[in-house]
C-alpha cells in the first residue's frame, strides 16, 4: 500500500460492512495491526537453515539480492507521442 491510509476502498482493498468512515476504519485496523503479536524470525528454526544453507548467511550478497528491494526515480519522458490533446 502505498498511500496514505492505504488507499483505503481502493483497488482490492477491504471496505467496511458497517457504518464506519473511512477514517475510523483506518484506525481500527492499524489498531488490529499494531495488536498483532510480533515474531523474531531467527527464533525460527526452518529460517536460521534457509539463511545458512541456500542465502548464505543473513548478510550475504545472496539475501540481499533476493529479499531486499532497491527503488529508484523513473524520469518522466516528454515527447510529442504521449502528449494528450
Not at 503479536?37 to 544453507?53: F, G, I, Q
Not at 527503488?71 to 515527447?79: G, L, M, Q, R, S
Amino acid at each position: 500500500m502505498a498511500c496514505p491510509s492505504g488507499c483505503l476502498n481502493g483497488g482490492a482493498q477491504i471496505r467496511s460492512q458497517s457504518n464506519l468512515t473511512a477514517k475510523e476504519l483506518t484506525v481500527q485496523l492499524e489498531e488490529l495491526y499494531s495488536s498483532l503479536p510480533c515474531k523474531n524470525p531467527s527464533d525460527n528454526e526452518a529460517v536460521k537453515e534457509l539463511y545458512e544453507k541456500w542465502l548464505e548467511g543473513s548478510n550475504s550478497d545472496k539475501a540481499a539480492n533476493i529479499l531486499h528491494t532497491k527503488y529508484h526515480a523513473v524520469e518522466k519522458f516528454i515527447n510529442a507521442l504521449n502528449i494528450k490533446w
